[in-house]
């Protein structure tokens, strides 16, 4: 059933945090969540964004996305990236965090790297995006800069090492969103910084 994002977005806010975070059956809801928070920062950013989507099953991508009129824009493909020993929610559900949840992690960038490189490997047809959540909190990162140049800085390392090979990605468009939905990065095709890190 095609269904306006927006509503939906909405609609999600009305499930308890904890429960839309760790259970299984709220899987689809975090993904018209993150579908959603995508459409919304392009809005924001001046970008073409869809307004209407249907959820698919494999072996197509996540969802089919359509203009106001119903006639098809793209279809999307949802990822997220973890911190590689947390699980999603679990500091929500335990009502604490670990001591070290605010310090950097060695290797941070391997779990990025490892489910970019997953994704560039399926093929979902042509006028597909990526959406990646990277929900990983900047201070796991790094104690110094902002989220979004440093996404733009490992991926650009990615192109300059030849690791991922980006310029012959599958996708229209890979876009990246950090862990509170409030920033978004393009990396392909082209590696732009469209809504800012605000620094207060």
């Known amino acids: 059933m095609i269904k306006d994002i927006i509503e939906e977005l909405t609609r999600i806010k009305s499930i308890p945090w904890a429960d839309f975070l760790t259970e299984n059956e709220h899987k689809s809801d975090r993904e018209w969540w993150v579908l959603g928070q995508?459409?919304?920062?392009?809005?924001?950013?001046?970008?073409?964004?869809?307004?209407?989507?249907?959820?698919?099953?494999?072996?197509?991508?996540?969802?089919?996305?359509?203009?106001n009129d119903e006639s098809f824009c793209c279809s999307v493909e949802i990822a997220?990236?973890?911190?590689?020993?947390?699980k999603r929610g679990e500091d929500v559900k335990n009502k604490a965090r670990p001591s070290n949840y605010y310090e950097p992690r060695p290797n941070i960038w391997q779990s990025f790297n490892d489910v970019l490189k997953k994704k560039l490997e399926k093929q979902y047809g042509s006028k597909c995006w990526l959406v990646i959540y990277h929900n990983i909190p900047f201070t796991q990162i790094c104690n110094y800069g902002t989220w979004d140049w440093a996404i733009k800085n490992n991926v650009q390392n990615l192109i300059d090492e030849k690791t991922m090979n980006l310029p012959n990605s599958p996708y229209d468009q890979i876009l990246i969103i950090n862990a509170d939905a409030e920033v978004l990065v393009r990396i392909h095709p082209d590696l732009v910084i469209l809504i800012p890190e605000k620094i207060f």
């Open 38 to 67: 995508a459409v919304n920062l392009l809005k924001l950013a001046g970008e073409k964004y869809p307004i209407k989507a249907e959820p698919r099953n494999p072996p197509d991508a996540d969802f089919h996305c359509f203009n």
């Open 80 to 86: 997220e990236v973890l911190t590689p020993e947390r």
